[in-house]
């Protein structure tokens, strides 16, 4: 967070008011104080710290809003990103959490690694939106360094924590379709992307810059690829229809790379893991969340050794949390159904990693603005450039070798 000032919509400041009056500070004797996030918290919105102060005790809260930029509210389709989340926050995640308590899980067993939410607002017809957040920095939690490959202990926690998530789906629509059936989000993405040309073009461009890694050398793979982007809309449509990967369809946070995992520390291990940004859940192939993680956040030599193994981590821990919710992980998820949604839908994660794999290699002092043309803005850097050819190359490598290219 910087140290600008910034003078807050008036409906940001009734929020945190009342929110202040909720957490039990004085009216008349509390002040708070507003500070600008950077401009590159996101494409699709703005994240705020809001600090309120009485006497010795200190709140500091969170505010994620759209962007103050009508253009970019509009290139990025942010108020439906932004319904989606209150969604979330409001009526999906509580109900989730809910399914659970009712049933006796714990926050150890089950699934409960979200930010606490204090308040949400959604106003679509004045293009205003809020998620008044607790502050998880304040809990010394951070995020892994994005210029790197995550290691074997996050990786786990991420698969763990990812499985318990999923399997609450699998599970509510076992035991209580009537209630899941009101939980099944169609995808935000694919309408966004559409809509915006700015982000057609940074998808084409990304597709283009991965083909221009290919040699002479890669003749298969550069054909492969060369597919892939020519009919990258139409797969990512196919991907991204939950009806296509029934009876396997979860809800999916959407957007699962190391920018919104959050962790928290005991003996120099990972032992707190938190998911943020959740606009892009989405009811589809649980899939798309595990190669999006392992695709995008691991590189090629981390999975040669642990691939195989983050895979059996994974459905270990979603046939745990199934059977500790009263299902049958054998009926609803074997192994092989795994197996199956990965082959079928893992192209998806390569279109991603083309788009997102340059985001991850480009040094945070040397991130764009966003009102340019974004399209071949990042990883622009000698030593950017390196590291995405690495990572881009390990990723077509694998997922040809996996078959899922």
């Not at 786990?156 to 924590?161: K, S, T, Y």
């Not at 609803?332 to 279109?351: E, H, T, Y």
Request: hydrophobic content about 40%; overall charge negative.
């Amino acid at each position: 967070m910087s140290d600008t000032k910034l003078n807050f919509p008036s409906f940001v400041e009734e929020t945190v008011n009342k929110v202040a009056l909720e957490l039990g500070f004085t009216p008349g004797r509390y002040t708070i104080t507003y500070e600008a996030g950077s401009s590159c918290d996101g494409l699709v919105g703005e994240l705020h710290q809001a600090v309120i102060t009485e006497d010795a005790r200190t709140e500091s809260l969170f505010c994620k809003i759209p962007p103050m930029d009508p253009v970019r509210r509009d290139q990025f389709n942010t108020m439906k990103l932004f319904q989606r989340e209150v969604i979330l926050y409001g009526e999906v995640l509580p109900a989730m959490y809910k399914f659970q308590r009712d049933r006796g899980v714990s926050e150890a067993e089950g699934f409960f690694n979200t930010p606490k939410c204090y308040s949400t607002y959604l106003d679509l017809a004045k293009e205003e939106s809020l998620i008044l957040m607790e502050n998880l920095s304040m809990k010394e939690l951070r995020s892994w360094d994005k210029l790197k490959s995550v290691d074997f202990d996050h990786a786990r926690a991420l698969m763990i924590h990812l499985a318990r998530f999923h399997g609450l789906s699998l599970a509510l629509k076992d035991q209580q379709p009537a209630v899941f059936e009101k939980i099944k989000l169609p995808d935000v993405l694919l309408p966004s992307v559409s809509n915006s040309p700015q982000l057609v073009a940074m998808f084409e461009a990304s597709l283009d810059n991965a083909i221009s890694l290919l040699g002479a050398e890669y003749h298969e793979a550069k054909s492969k690829m060369e597919f892939l982007k020519d009919n990258y809309l139409s797969i990512a449509e196919c991907c991204l229809d939950g009806k296509n990967a029934e009876p396997y369809a979860v809800l999916n946070h959407g957007d699962c790379w190391v920018n919104n995992i959050m962790y928290g520390y005991k003996n120099a291990l990972p032992h707190e893991l938190v998911l943020i940004d959740w606009q892009l859940a989405r009811y589809v192939s649980p899939a798309l969340d595990v190669l999006y993680f392992l695709f995008c956040c691991t590189d090629e030599a981390f999975r040669e050794q642990h691939f195989d193994e983050m895979l059996r981590i994974y459905h270990s821990s979603i046939s745990q949390i199934l059977h500790r919710l009263g299902s049958d992980p054998i009926e609803l998820f074997p192994f092989s159904a795994l197996q199956d949604q990965l082959k079928r839908f893992g192209r998806f994660a390569v279109i991603m990693g083309a788009f997102d794999i340059p985001i991850l290699c480009t040094e945070p002092a040397d991130m764009p603005a966003l009102d340019g043309d974004l399209s071949e803005a990042f990883a622009s850097s000698p030593e950017a450039q390196q590291r995405y050819a690495t990572r881009m190359l390990g990723v077509i490598h694998d997922a040809i070798r996996y078959g899922y290219l």
